[in-house]
């Protein structure tokens, strides 16, 4: 039966890279796919793209592609990326000279477009957001990036036109993996069934090493050996759909039943009904077998027809967010940050500074789970010996941010006793608000570069 290798080089776009370069080198791999967009980081690329147009790609495109062009092509391993984030076009570009620089020839580079629809927003300007069910016109003004979760179908015209490497903007995550599946085994577009399955692969290696032990690591609950040299992922594929999740011989983490269901199950709202721009995938049914140590069979999943819409992300301005922190150690930490907190709260009001939202919270004590649940952690909150104050928040004037910061700052003379390690940080705020746009207006468009 035909089976396919598919290595994760990336579950994030600021990811390591030694791993996938081991992978390259030792995974006897067909594919290689680096995932590394989110919603949050591909409007930053819009941003950073409508200031310098030939920008807005992953910043460690050019990092990436110089070591990993040279193994791609010596193992004969095709490159799958969203790297291309809001420019495919500019990275494709970026990806030619690097492989001209390094002397590599005969090297194909497919761009795939279509899921930028900033351009159109004026057609979408009844429809409710999702998070909020306001409609969209609200927003639209402080808009600044639009693009849909488009599927699988670019990549697998790519790849059947002779791609070796093939960059896109916002593709499904799990479509990307997608992709070189349904060209290699001639899936349909309608072939929900096996298109399902090759979902579920997908699934599993998106976030890299978390399938391997990363995200799964709980010292003394949950033991993973040699998490410092973590191995990212391996997907064999049989030509059926069913999978062996692995990884290379010699890493660091482990690949099991455990870590396996994990992810199956990681930010998917309902296993029977994944909504992807491809299939609606259902892993209810999904069985999982340890064949050997590192070695796990996944078998039963399936699909059904994909619904009319793709998910879009609209990236807009809100307001601005700051953070400021201090530091209070030793007898009675605890004590002194707390009133610094309060000191905080009353000069704000004081000053009449205007803030959006605020949380003043204490890094050790509550910052993670608030009162409720800390009080219940704490106890009395007695016996802190390190504590540091965190005051954060949003507020709609750079200005008004900036203030804040100072009053923290202030706390150093001004009491209490003994504060100290202040860091102020003050940054546009951009925040993401999701459509759900007909998919019958998305046109995907593949662009070719050649290397000679």
């Known amino acids: 039966m035909k089976k396919i290798r598919i290595g994760s080089g990336a579950g994030f776009g600021g990811d390591r890279l030694e791993p996938a370069l081991d992978l390259l080198e030792?995974?006897?791999?067909d594919y290689i796919v680096f995932e590394c967009l989110a919603e949050r980081t591909i409007a930053l690329a819009q941003e950073q793209k409508l200031k310098w147009p030939d920008k807005g790609y992953n910043e460690l495109l050019e990092y990436r592609m110089t070591k990993v062009l040279p193994l791609a092509v010596a193992h004969k391993v095709r490159v799958v990326t969203n790297m291309g984030a809001a420019n495919p076009h500019a990275a494709a570009l970026v990806i030619k000279q690097i492989a001209t620089d390094l002397g590599i020839r005969q090297l194909k580079i497919a761009a795939v477009t279509g899921d930028d629809i900033f351009d159109r927003l004026d057609n979408y300007r009844e429809l409710p957001v999702l998070e909020t069910g306001e409609k969209f016109n609200s927003l639209q003004t402080k808009?600044?990036?639009?693009?849909?979760?488009?599927g699988a179908a670019g990549i697998t015209e790519a790849l059947r036109n002779g791609a070796d490497v093939v960059?896109?903007?916002?593709?499904?995550?799990?479509?990307?993996?997608?992709?070189?599946?349904?060209?290699?085994?001639?899936?349909?577009?309608?072939?929900?069934?096996?298109?399902?399955?090759g979902t579920l692969a997908g699934h599993l290696l998106e976030c890299g090493a978390q399938v391997s032990g990363g995200y799964f690591a709980d010292p003394g609950?949950?033991?993973?050996?040699?998490?410092?040299?973590?191995?990212?992922?391996?997907?064999?594929?049989?030509?059926?759909?069913?999978?062996?999740?692995?990884?290379?011989?010699?890493?660091?983490?482990?690949?099991?039943?455990?870590?396996?269901?994990?992810?199956?199950?990681?930010?998917?709202?309902?296993?029977?009904?994944?909504?992807?721009?491809?299939?609606?995938?259902?892993?209810?049914?999904?069985?999982?077998?340890?064949?050997?140590?590192?070695?796990?069979?996944?078998?039963?999943?399936?699909?059904?027809?994909?619904?009319?819409?793709?998910?879009?992300?609209?990236?807009?301005?809100?307001?601005?967010?700051?953070?400021?922190?201090?530091?209070?150690?030793?007898?009675?930490?605890?004590?002194?940050?707390?009133?610094?907190?309060?000191?905080?709260?009353?000069?704000?009001?004081?000053?009449?500074?205007?803030?959006?939202?605020?949380?003043?919270?204490?890094?050790?004590?509550?910052?993670?789970?608030?009162?409720?649940?800390?009080?219940?952690?704490?106890?009395?909150?007695?016996?802190?010996?390190d504590v540091r104050l965190r005051v954060a928040g949003r507020t709609g004037q750079k200005e008004a941010a900036v203030r804040i910061g100072y009053e923290v700052e202030a706390?150093?003379?001004?009491?209490?006793?003994?504060?100290?390690?202040?860091?102020?940080?003050?940054?546009?705020?951009?925040s993401i608000v999701s459509l759900l746009v007909p998919s019958a207006d998305i046109a995907v468009q593949i662009e070719y570069l050649e290397v000679l």
């Open 26 to 29: 030792r995974g006897s791999l």
């Open 143 to 150: 808009a600044i990036s639009a693009n849909a979760y488009i």
């Open 167 to 197: 960059v896109t903007g916002r593709v499904a995550d799990p479509s990307l993996f997608v992709g070189p599946l349904a060209y290699e085994f001639g899936w349909s577009p309608d072939d929900y069934h096996m298109l399902g399955k």
């Open 221 to 385: 609950y949950k033991e993973v050996p040699d998490l410092w040299n973590v191995g990212f992922p391996i997907a064999e594929i049989f030509e059926n759909g069913d999978l062996i999740v692995t990884k290379l011989t010699g890493t660091g983490g482990c690949v099991s039943p455990a870590t396996v269901k994990e992810q199956i199950l990681y930010e998917i709202h309902d296993p029977a009904t994944y909504l992807t721009p491809d299939v609606v995938a259902d892993f209810s049914s999904v069985t999982v077998k340890e064949l050997d140590p590192d070695q796990v069979l996944v078998s039963g999943a399936t699909g059904h027809p994909r619904t009319e819409f793709f998910k879009t992300s609209i990236g807009y301005k809100d307001s601005f967010i700051f953070e400021a922190e201090i530091s209070y150690g030793g007898s009675g930490a605890y004590e002194r940050a707390t009133l610094a907190g309060e000191i905080i709260a009353r000069r704000l009001a004081f000053l009449k500074i205007p803030v959006e939202e605020l949380q003043i919270t204490y890094i050790g004590v509550n910052s993670l789970y608030r009162d409720t649940i800390s009080i219940q952690q704490n106890g009395t909150f007695h016996d802190f010996k």
């Open 411 to 430: 706390l150093m003379t001004n009491g209490p006793a003994g504060g100290g390690g202040v860091r102020v940080y003050v940054r546009d705020n951009v």
